[in-house]
């Protein structure tokens, strides 16, 4: 198993990716620490662990909240005494170009998928340093790279999440503290199934045009981005580090 005797605390994970990478981390020897901010979704996949015969947790926390974050850390620490990965993943859609884009809604995408990764981070990263070790995947996207129409909120948030996973990984590997990037391509969850519904009148056809990007022919699972964030997770990536690495068939250079 390739993540025996881990814990991992992955945020978001009572659904899409967080929860199918949870089940993973968790079939591959992990201890799981799932987060999310909806109580019920968490305690789903900590259910859907179990059964299958893993070790996991449930925390409700919102990490865009300190007093939440530094809780939901130390619970995380009384149960299982390490944190050896953080998976930054929860985030939110927000869907308009600029002058369409509310300040309120500005805020708070830029709270949870910007905030929520800087507050998570620095609430796990003095246990890390203390340990001298550690890694942590942050959650970007294929949209830090590429212009997508009506993605200035979000685009503006996953692109900033890359620009700070290089920041971290400079000033943390004199800690033994790996922290790497993600960039997933169009993945079917429900966070693209709402952003299409909302953002367009024909979404299937919207779905149609998306797929023509896809070098690989097709979208992606959230079973491709699981395994992605496996082999960071895994001492497989050892030398890798400040890394964007691209799970979207082909879409950034499609
Ligand atoms: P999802 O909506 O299925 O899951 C996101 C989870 O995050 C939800 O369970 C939600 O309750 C939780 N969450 C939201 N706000 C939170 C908060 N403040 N605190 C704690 N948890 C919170 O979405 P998904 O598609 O699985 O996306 C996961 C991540 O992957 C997001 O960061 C998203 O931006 C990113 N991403 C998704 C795609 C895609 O195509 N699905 C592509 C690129 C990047």
Aim: proline residues 3%.
């Amino acid at each position: 198993m390739r993540l025996e005797g881990k814990t991992a605390l992955i945020t978001g994970s009572g659904s899409g990716i967080g929860r199918c990478t949870a089940l993973l981390f968790a079939k591959e020897g992990a201890q799981v620490v799932v987060n999310d901010v909806s109580a019920e979704q968490g305690e789903a996949t900590v259910s859907a662990i179990r059964e299958a015969g893993g070790t996991a947790i449930a925390i409700q926390a919102d990490v865009t909240k300190a007093s939440d974050v530094e809780r939901m850390v130390d619970k995380a620490l009384a149960t299982y005494g390490k944190i050896d990965v953080l998976f930054n993943n929860a985030g939110i859609s927000g869907v308009g170009a600029v002058h369409e884009t509310s300040e309120d809604l500005w805020d708070k995408v830029v709270n949870v998928n910007l905030k929520g990764v800087y507050l998570t981070s620095k609430g796990v990263l003095p246990h890390m340093m203390e340990r001298q070790a550690g890694c942590i995947i942050n959650m970007s996207s294929c949209v830090a790279e590429i212009g997508l129409m009506k993605r200035a909120v979000y685009a503006s948030t996953k692109g900033a999440v890359l620009a700070l996973t290089k920041s971290m990984q400079v000033d943390y590997a004199p800690y033994n503290i790996r922290v790497n990037a993600l960039l997933p391509g169009t993945i079917l969850t429900p966070f693209v199934e709402n952003y299409l519904k909302s953002s367009y009148d024909d979404p299937e056809e919207a779905l149609a045009t998306i797929r023509k990007r896809q070098l690989g022919g097709d979208l992606g699972r959230p079973e491709n981005v699981a395994s992605a964030a496996l082999f960071l997770a895994s001492d497989e990536s050892s030398f890798v580090m400040g890394s964007p690495l691209y799970v979207d068939g082909g879409a950034t250079f499609g």
